[in-house]
């Protein structure tokens, strides 16, 4: 089992996307890329903080690989905004991917030069390692299983039926 970090706006419509997906065990959302350690959901959105909402993944690499969690992130994100997915506007919902080793950090890298090509420069999705991230609230958990109706910038048909559980 190997863990990734990936931020693309609300952390409710991305951890919904991934959990579906074939090869995903679990995932959590939280807080990642700021300058305190355990903020609540009030200081992340005042911006104070600095961090960005996040979903971790607990995935089987024989199943779903690195490459094609970074594809799914870029299938339900703009990576060309900085501040902004869908209506939600904040430093909190900036994109990036959050590793945790050099192997994984490199994979990421090809990805992206292959995937954006000539475009790359224009890319704002951050690739850093993942280094202080905190677990949300526990309302926050789950949240769109428990609220369906719930506002959700992410459509959680781009998979497939054949990616998805």
């Given amino acids: 089992m190997k863990t990734i970090i990936v931020a693309g706006g609300c952390f409710w419509g991305v951890e919904a996307y991934y959990k579906q997906l074939k090869g995903v065990i679990k995932t959590t959302v939280g807080y990642i890329d700021g300058n305190k350690m ?3 959901y009030e200081e992340v959105c ?3 903080t600095n961090h960005t909402e996040a979903c971790e993944i607990t ?3 024989n199943v779903i690989s690195l490459r094609e ?3 799914h992130l870029f299938r339900i994100s703009n990576p060309f905004s900085k501040f902004r997915q869908g209506n939600d ?3 909190q919902y900036r994109t990036g991917i959050y590793y945790n080793n050099t192997e ?3 994979i990421i890298d090809n990805f ?7 475009d790359i420069g224009k890319v704002r999705t951050e690739v850093k390692e ?3 991230y905190s677990l949300a609230e526990n309302y926050h958990q789950d949240y769109l299983d428990k609220n369906p109706y719930g506002y959700c910038h992410v459509d959680l048909g781009l998979a497939s039926n054949e990616e998805k559980k």
Avoid: Q
């Avoid at 992206?112 to 000539?118: P, R, V």
């Fill in 38 to 40: 355990n903020p609540t």
């Fill in 46 to 48: 005042s911006g104070i």
């Fill in 59 to 61: 995935y089987n690499s």
């Fill in 69 to 71: 969690i970074c594809d």
């Fill in 89 to 91: 506007v904040g430093k």
């Fill in 104 to 106: 994984d950090k490199n």
């Fill in 112 to 118: 992206m030069k292959e995937y954006f090509l000539d």
């Fill in 130 to 132: 993942s280094k202080d």
